[in-house]
């Protein structure tokens, strides 16, 4: 991704006015939601799911499992912890916060009845 840097931002010795940004995959971006959902359980990233994760194409499905596993073996959950029950945790963590107010970037938050299914 290229941004432009105004004509009003100094840029040191004459740098050039272009700054290179890593972005990530949306389906790594997926991956890295649901590490974050099951281990914090809160209704932001119930959201950031529902809003990211229509759409996927057939091969990032097929990416998207082992992206996960490898998330989540870097994550905080402990080794052996049953995902389901963790799973189930957070989305129940998540329906009681929803919307809790948090989701500022949105004036008229989903209800949880939509975004629920798109986590699960």
């Given at each position: ?6 004509r ?5 010795a ?20 649901v590490?974050?959902?099951?281990e ?8 950031d799911l529902?809003y990211?994760s229509p759409?996927?194409?057939t ?8 992206l ?24 129940e ?6 919307p ?6 949105v004036?008229d938050?989903?209800?949880w ?8």
């Amino acid at each position: 991704m290229d941004v432009r840097i105004p004509r009003d931002v100094r840029v040191v010795a004459g740098r050039p006015r272009l700054i290179r940004l890593p972005v990530l995959a949306r389906v790594e971006r997926i991956a890295e939601k649901v590490r974050a959902f099951l281990e914090r359980g809160l209704d932001r990233d119930a959201f950031d799911l529902h809003y990211q994760s229509p759409g996927l194409s057939t091969s990032d499905r097929r990416r998207l499992r082992g992206l996960i596993q490898r998330k989540l073996e870097s994550g905080e959950l402990p080794d052996g912890c049953d995902l389901h029950a963790q799973f189930a945790t957070a989305l129940e963590s998540a329906r009681q916060a929803w919307p809790r107010g948090g989701l500022v970037i949105v004036s008229d938050p989903p209800k949880w009845t939509e975004v629920e299914p798109c986590s699960t």
